[in-house]
């Protein structure tokens, strides 16, 4: 389990190892990475850049991390999210989930990420290639995302 | 910062467009006694400048923490020493 | 795309590069790892073999790949399976989803997974390190995984 | 292998338990004309001996393919040329 924000790459195959490692108990390994796209809206975007709370962003993806885990049986969970500057086709996020059959390892994976895109203090700005720029509008499909999880109640805000 | 009790000084801060509006990323404010709520305290900033009156014209859109945990509009602010206000998250 | 069966163990890193590289189209990757567990049924487990039927098997995984890329628009797919001894921890499967949208590359890597365990030919004989060995069960809950992509209907067999 | 048209010379393949059970990987038959189906020639193949009635005990529990595809128990053999014989897959 662990979460981390950095401004670094990451690299999978690494991550994979050092959460799973020689593990026998581990038989599906789940990722998801998120990457930055060459456009938005039909714009060609130069660059991203990505503001976040320290301190609350930790929190906050600790929390779902913890939930994610108190609802399947992982064997292990990571969480990295990067930070400041990034271009076309750079990482974003890292979602890796590990368990002992594949259904709890993809429900996980897809879980982390619909909580992580609406609760976690991150933001993103695209700055064009004409010079322009803008902070991301939040996505109403991201907030519907989270509702099919919502079988039980959370304290998450609305 | 301060060793005093019973004090009303509260962090405020501010992420993406609202920290863009309002000129400033973080500031300390002696909060009005009669602040009491997440909204109040969004109507209260947004009389203290044309700075802030455009980053709060909306106050429906933007979203709060208390102490680093989200909140809503109409949560008390209670004893929180760090409030921040930000649009809608968007990372991931 | 791209369906490979192999012996030689793989890199997701390696893959997920090999497969996206620097597109800027894709926003998601997910990829989705097997691995050897210890034990089975309480018992533990020296190595495991698998099995399949040359030509059938790539052309069941092909089938299920261009399937999966009919249902849901995807950028890029590839399906990795190894064949012969394999043991505690080692890889067996690797299925690589990536899309504009997180969403179509969750749901395209489950489908994946659900239909191969289901349809391409390989079996799985487990070696215990008491000396016996048997072949792996089909598992009904593999069957019944099935059923919630039976949307349209498709030619598999039942 | 044979340039005859009209032969009824079909090869059978076999794999995992079944496989072992028959004590073969492959070989060349030539399918009765009664003939028809999967079901019928799983039958006729349990009354060739001893390792086939042991490998073809419960023919429900085995899974065939024609020609590479996945046929039922029903399926009409036809021109197929290569019919093999399975248990359920377990792979992934």
Same mark, same amino acid.
């Given at each position: @389990?662990?979460?981390? %924000?950095?401004?670094?790459?990451?690299?999978?195959?690494?991550?994979?190892?050092?959460?799973?490692?020689?593990?026998?108990?581990?038989?599906?390994? %789940? &990722?998801?990475?998120? &990457?930055?796209?060459? +456009?938005?809206?039909?714009?060609?975007?130069? +660059? @991203?850049?990505?503001?976040?709370?320290?301190?609350?962003?930790?929190?906050?993806?600790?929390?779902?991390?913890?939930?994610?885990?108190?609802?399947? *049986?992982?064997?292990?969970?990571?969480?990295?999210?990067?930070?400041?500057?990034?271009? *076309? #086709?750079?990482?974003? %996020?890292?979602?890796?989930?590990?368990?002992?059959? /594949?259904?709890?390892?993809?429900?996980?994976?897809?879980?982390? @990420?619909?909580?992580?895109? +609406?609760?976690?203090?991150?933001?993103?700005?695209?700055?064009?290639?004409?010079?322009? #720029?803008?902070? %991301?509008?939040?996505?109403?499909?991201?907030?519907?995302?989270?509702? /099919?999880?919502?079988? #039980? *109640?959370?304290?998450?805000?609305? | 910062?301060?060793?005093?009790? !019973?004090? !009303?000084?509260?962090?405020?801060?501010?992420?993406?467009?609202?920290?863009?509006?309002?000129?400033?990323?973080?500031?300390?404010?002696?909060?009005?006694?009669?602040?009491?709520?997440?909204?109040?305290?969004? !109507?209260?900033? =947004?009389?203290?400048?044309?700075?802030?009156?455009?980053?709060?014209? =909306?106050?429906?859109?933007?979203?709060?923490?208390?102490?680093?945990?989200?909140?809503?509009?109409?949560?008390?602010?209670?004893?929180?020493?760090?409030?921040?206000?930000?649009?809608?998250?968007?990372?991931?």
């Amino acid at each position: @389990m662990g979460v981390r %924000v950095q401004s670094e790459d990451f690299d999978v195959s690494a991550e994979i190892s050092g959460l799973t490692g020689a593990r026998t108990d581990v038989g599906a390994v %789940v &990722t998801f990475t998120g &990457t930055v796209r060459g +456009s938005a809206g039909g714009a060609p975007i130069s +660059s @991203m850049t990505l503001e976040h709370y320290p301190g609350m962003t930790e929190a906050e993806l600790a929390r779902v991390e913890a939930e994610a885990n108190a609802r399947w *049986p992982l064997s292990a969970s990571l969480i990295i999210h990067r930070i400041g500057e990034l271009h *076309p #086709s750079d990482n974003i %996020v890292l979602v890796i989930t590990a368990s002992a059959h /594949r259904h709890a390892a993809f429900e996980a994976a897809e879980f982390l @990420m619909d909580y992580l895109k +609406s609760q976690a203090p991150f933001w993103k700005k695209e700055e064009r290639t004409d010079g322009t #720029s803008n902070w %991301v509008d939040a996505r109403e499909t991201d907030t519907a995302a989270l509702q /099919r999880w919502q079988k #039980s *109640p959370t304290k998450a805000a609305e | 910062m301060t060793s005093g009790q !019973n004090t !009303n000084t509260i962090t405020l801060r501010y992420f993406a467009w609202v920290r863009e509006k309002v000129g400033l990323a973080e500031e300390e404010v002696c909060l009005p006694a009669d602040v009491a709520t997440v909204a109040q305290l969004m !109507n209260w900033l =947004k009389a203290r400048g044309e700075t802030y009156e455009a980053a709060f014209a =909306k106050p429906e859109i933007i979203r709060a923490a208390l102490d680093q945990t989200h909140a809503r509009a109409d949560a008390p602010i209670g004893s929180a020493r760090e409030i921040a206000f930000f649009p809608p998250v968007t990372g991931g």
